[in-house]
């Protein structure tokens, strides 16, 4: 339950926006699908917030076809979401002190339920099933896993996932999930990275937030010319380069930064458009961040905003699920 009234107003915002130049080099190598295994374990595609099944359906294919890895996402509507305003009536919503239970039990339900399909997918019964969770379905697939157990998942594998709570006492930060990701930290299983289960964070980094006023306190990306002073204002481009003086951060780097700023408590930070990279990877897990990589698949390109299901960014983390 992220950013409940926010985020399916930003995300229609955002992807309205002209997307920008993200030719960078991901710190992940590839694999092709001629050396995927003939039998790799089916694949549960948890929807992120917002999002629904069919939201999937170029995932699926690109993984089914592409990788061999048979998939069940769970099934979920847009108006499924709307059960969450069931936790409007609970005090521990207004305290910030709200859990998984009831209000996110319809989840976990279909969660339940996917896995079953998966398993019946399973042609070695040792190998268990993979979960991939999108957005919010990362960390709801974790409270899955705390009260229905592991012993069937041998990777969970979070796609733009906020994992960490919002800091406390950050002027301006309210927690939009009123206490689930504090019920997630303290009594959710840590990440880990063993040979019976995998944790892999993948986070994007599409576009740096930038302050509400003023200038970023960031360093410049390195695609800008110019130097900075102390107080990271951009000072007059070295001579030669006065085609590149910077303008300072654009409406959609601030508008993206106020987002990121619920998230982590920081504007001027890099993330996937939606959330930020700091918080898409988990202590103990392996954590991976790809450049250039979008949010969502609502508002995506593959061309020219590809997001983590595309078929360009799919290449750079499928191969966790054929080890």
Known sequence: MYYPLVLPLALAMVSLLPAINSQRTSICFSLTSSSAPSTPRPAVILPGLGNNTGDYEGLVATLKEGYNVPCVVAQVSRFDWLRNAAGLVDPNYWKGTLQPSPVLDWYLKRVEKAISDAKLLCTDENKGVSLIGHSAGGWLARVYMHKFGFSDISLLLTLGCPHLPPPKGVQGVIDQ????????????????????????????????????????????????????????????????????????PTFQARFVGQGYKQVCGKADVWGDGVVPEMAAHLEGALNISLEGVYHSPVGSDDHTRPWFGSPSVVDKWAHHLLN
């Open 177 to 248: 999930t009123r206490g689930l990701l504090d019920y997630v930290a303290v009594n959710c299983q840590p990440a880990v990275y063993t040979p019976e289960l995998r944790y892999v964070c993948i986070a994007g980094r599409y576009i740096q937030g930038a302050l509400l006023t003023g200038g970023s306190n960031s360093p410049p990306d390195e695609h800008t010319s110019g130097d900075t002073n102390s107080d990271g204002d951009h000072s007059l481009p070295r001579e030669g380069n006065s085609k590149n003086v910077p303008t300072g």
